[in-house]
């Protein structure tokens, strides 16, 4: 007799090990054992991570279809210490999926089921780790999830797709000239170049119909006195994107600006990309099902507007392989008072919903 898990149990255990980006030994441990107590073909190590992979294949030919769940948790520091926090739910994401796998392991009759546990997306690491090792260059559906805080999606509903932006980390260094403050025009003020700097960009426009955003959000110069102009200034950037062609447009117009002001100043200015993630990109035939699988499994009072919803490494499994179908959605689960809160909690009742919407997608592709 097929034993079926329950999320919610498994959801319990796993909150108790919270664990860092590429450091998620005990999750992985425990997702290993889980899948293999199951009898499901069970891969560890992959690309000499943390990450684990479940295969179940069927007998007939047919496609390849990736449920992929996140394990890590958050940093933090309580009381001056520092911890992991399952802030952001991955333990819900990694409990849903060993309860999806439970269900499917004796249906994939056609082509091959791949349940891929990933590790780092905080630090948006684990998707690019997997890519190189390969996991996704067979896949032709790939499916995500995520538990939503309440203002995205009301608890006890699904929403088909979470509009993830682009978001990029950019760093300028600003190169000016050092002089006492009683003869800055012996000077280049790096304060007064990077003010410029942050200003030009205030001043970029887009399309007003698209979501876009861009702000300083760290500024650090001192020469050491307080009578002497400073030579050098780093300012860090977090800008966010609709789409990737907006995020790329904005970047070739962030360069040419900030090189611009650097000059016309007497300067020299470096850029360094500090961190980048892809917009969502989704394919709108694929999305149509899951929202069909969420009115199939919940009824359609259960269905929520796709909604939005900071950034995601998921997405960069379809940049690397663009004819692989995508989709990506989010239940509601009560989240409070947002994701990434060290205070963050919900009502874990509501993840067998994301079981079913899983199990119900697969079935129909491969079952």
Same mark, same amino acid.
């Given at each position: ?179 006492? &403050? /009683?003869?800055?025009? %012996? @000077? $280049?003020? +790096?304060?007064?170049?990077?003010? #410029? ?128 179908? &995508? /989709?990506?959605?989010? %239940? @509601? $689960?009560? +989240?409070?008072?947002?994701?990434? #809160? ?26």
């Amino acid at each position: 007799m097929s034993v079926i898990l329950d999320p919610i149990k498994m959801w319990e255990e796993l909150h108790k090990i919270p664990e860092l980006a590429m450091q998620e030994v005990k999750t992985s441990a425990y997702v290993a054992k889980t899948l293999q107590e199951l009898g499901i073909e069970t891969q560890t190590g992959i690309g000499g991570t943390t990450g684990v992979l479940g295969v179940i294949k069927g007998a007939e030919p047919g496609p390849v279809v990736m449920l992929r769940a996140d394990m890590d948790a958050l940093p933090f520091t309580i009381d001056g210490k520092e911890c992991a926090i399952h802030a952001c739910g991955h333990d819900s994401h990694t409990a849903m999926l060993l309860a999806a796998a439970s269900r499917l392991k004796d249906k994939v009759k056609k082509g091959t089921l791949k349940l891929l546990f990933q590790p780092a997306e905080e630090s948006i690491a684990g998707a690019l780790e997997m890519i190189k090792a390969g996991v996704v260059d067979d896949v032709d559906y790939a499916l995500g999830a995520h538990i939503r805080p309440i203002q995205d999606v009301a608890a006890g509903k699904i929403c088909p797709a979470v509009n993830h932006t682009a978001s990029n980390t950019l760093q300028v260094v600003v190169q000016g000239r050092s002089a006492h &403050a /009683a003869r800055p025009h %012996l @000077g $280049v003020n +790096a304060i007064d170049v990077a003010c #410029a700097i942050v200003q030009g960009t205030q001043n970029m426009w887009f399309n007003p119909t698209n979501i876009w955003s861009m702000k300083c959000t760290q500024f650090h110069a001192d020469q050491g006195a307080t009578n002497s102009i400073p030579e050098k200034a780093v300012i860090t950037f977090d800008c966010r994107a609709q789409t990737n062609p907006i995020m790329k447009d904005f970047r070739d117009r962030f360069a040419k600006l900030v090189q611009g002001t650097a000059e016309a100043y007497g300067a020299t200015a470096t850029i360094s990309e500090l961190g980048f993630c892809p917009a969502a990109e989704y394919d709108e035939d694929f999305k149509q099902m899951v929202a069909e699988s969420i009115v199939r499994t919940q009824g359609e009072d259960a269905l929520a507007p796709a909604c939005g919803g900071g950034g995601e490494d998921f997405h960069y499994y379809k940049m690397h392989k663009p004819t692989m179908k &995508a /989709a990506y959605f989010g %239940l @509601g $689960v009560g +989240a409070t008072p947002g994701l990434h #809160a060290a205070t963050m909690h919900f009502d874990p009742q509501y993840l067998p919903m994301g079981v079913d919407v899983m199990v119900d997608v697969v079935e129909r592709l491969i079952g």
